[in-house]
């Protein structure tokens, strides 16, 4: 009954008719299989469930990595995701598990940052004079993306790019550049920087977060635009 899932109020519909999530899910991807004809060849595609930090993805054997991967602090992505995550058989009780899990999680904190690069470090410390405690959030976001980049890298193809999507984040009113720290962090990894390109979102196909009335929240302001990555492997 609510009135969508990314919008939290107000919620209820009292004459909503609820659909089947399952049929609607059948009609979106009869609608993408029909549009996706040329590559009928890999359909149905093989697709896996997992965190690439603990999957075992065999080396050299990736041929493009396309990712938009948590930005740091800004979304509250189990709140986000509840509705599908329960629809495809998640016990609510676990979801307080899977928050701990993810990457951006506000649930641990690293202040021990020697092994990003000279300027990241920089932005860090920047940040934990004004806050320590976002520092550390920050700190331990970066690492867990340094781990998720570090096994991208493995499983990737010599030759091959990876594309990864990502918005900037400002906290306590500083530009801690997301995007650019990714693209140093991955460089320290081994990859080859091909670029860090701007995409303008369209505000009116943009899912989360919320937008009630004119006034633009702190998230709203900085998310006109996300930044994407283009790394490859030599
Ligand atoms: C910026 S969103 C991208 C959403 C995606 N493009 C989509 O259309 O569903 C980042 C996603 O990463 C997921 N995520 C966060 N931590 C993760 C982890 N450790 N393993 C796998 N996914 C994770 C979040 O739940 C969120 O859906």
């Keep these: ?84 995550l329960v629809w495809m058989g998640n016990p609510l009780r676990d979801l307080a598990v899977l928050r701990s899990q993810y990457i951006g999680t506000e649930t641990h904190k690293l202040f021990d940052w020697d092994i990003f690069p000279a300027h990241v470090q920089e932005i860090l410390h920047a940040l934990s004079l004004k806050d320590r405690n976002k520092a550390g959030l920050l700190g331990q976001y970066l690492s867990d993306m340094r781990q998720a980049m570090a096994r991208m890298y493995q499983a990737l193809k010599p030759g091959k790019c990876a594309l990864i999507v990502v918005g900037t984040s400002t906290m306590r009113g500083l530009d801690v550049e997301t995007p650019q720290s990714l693209a140093l962090i991955a460089q320290d990894l081994g990859y080859q920087l091909q670029g860090v390109v701007e995409r303008s979102l369209d505000r009116n196909r943009r899912m989360m977060p919320a937008r009630w009335g004119n006034k633009q929240t702190g998230i709203e302001q900085r998310m006109d635009s996300e930044q994407v990555i283009a790394l490859t492997k030599d």
């Design 1 to 84: 009954m609510a009135r969508d899932l990314a919008h939290s109020r107000p919620h209820r519909v009292a004459d909503k008719v609820p659909k089947s999530a399952i049929d609607s899910f059948a009609k979106r991807l009869a609608k993408l299989h029909s549009a996706l004809g040329p590559v009928d060849a890999v359909f149905p595609p093989w697709i896996q469930q997992g965190d690439i930090r603990w999957m075992a993805i065999p080396e050299n054997s990736v041929d493009l990595i396309v990712t938009s991967p948590p930005y740091a602090n800004a979304i509250d992505y189990v709140r986000a995701n509840k509705f599908s």
